[in-house]
């Protein structure tokens, strides 16, 4: 057993949820030799990188059969290791780049993860479909600034529902320019929360709750977008 995970899962992973943990971290590595997974290749970093940073996002998962979206997941942080430790809840792990979603979808299906579905498309097409406003958390891990993170996560959150957004040290520069985008798209005041990580200096959780709903020109279709954020 990994005391650094069971520490993050509160003492509560199983011997097979660690197994399936250490399974799929053999899986990321061998598969990041053919394509570019991840920028950790060094497995005893990646336990602490991925696995490890991945399960402090336990705390602010509400209890129950919760539907969760992970944007932007290429090679699954933190959305497969969040899915071997709440197997009550049902994950979608939205990733645009077919390689990548492919690997997903293999890495799932050796894992047995029943409770994980793979949408291979842009988070601003799924923000316009049946996805819309369907979640009761969404997660996005290093994907792009928070004004952009924001457009493109909101917009899959239900009201009542939380963005969990992984961030480093450059949010105390992104987060201002980020908060008129997250009043226009429904969202309420940020709360920024200090991770407790090995090595992880900087490293923090915004949550952000979904307070309304978000206006249906949102978020706006990559082509119109033309790199502009809302803020």
């Keep these: ?29 061998a598969a990041n030799e053919q394509m570019n997974l991840t920028r950790i290749t060094d497995r005893a970093a990646a336990q602490i990188g991925h696995v490890g940073d991945s399960l402090t996002l336990l705390p602010f998962l509400p209890e129950g059969p919760i539907r969760l ?10 959305g497969i290791p969040l899915a071997i430790a709440r197997p009550d809840a049902s ?25 994980v579905k793979i949408r291979a498309e842009r988070a601003e097409d799924a923000g316009f479909g049946p996805l819309r406003e369907s979640f009761d958390v969404v997660t996005v891990r290093a994907v792009g600034v928070m004004a952009w993170l924001v457009e493109w996560c909101l917009p899959l959150v239900k009201v009542g529902g939380t963005v969990l957004a992984m961030k480093g040290p450059k949010l ?10 997250i009043r226009i798209l429904g969202g309420g005041e940020p709360v920024v929360h200090p991770v407790k990580l090995p090595g992880a ?24 977008a033309k790199g502009k954020p809302l803020g």
Excluded: C
């Design 1 to 29: 057993m990994n005391p650094l995970w069971n520490d993050l899962a509160s003492g509560n992973l199983t011997e097979a949820q660690d197994a399936a943990l250490s399974r799929y971290l053999d899986l990321l590595v």
């Design 69 to 78: 979206a992970d944007v932007g997941s290429g090679g699954g942080v933190p």
């Design 91 to 115: 994950f979608t792990l939205i990733e645009s780049t077919a390689k990548k979603a492919k690997f997903l979808t293999q890495a799932a299906q050796s894992l047995g993860l029943a409770n």
């Design 172 to 181: 105390a520069d992104e987060l201002p320019a980020a908060l008129r985008t």
């Design 201 to 224: 200096d900087g490293h923090v959780i915004v949550a952000i709750k979904k307070v309304r709903k978000t206006d249906l020109r949102f978020p706006r279709p990559a082509t119109s």
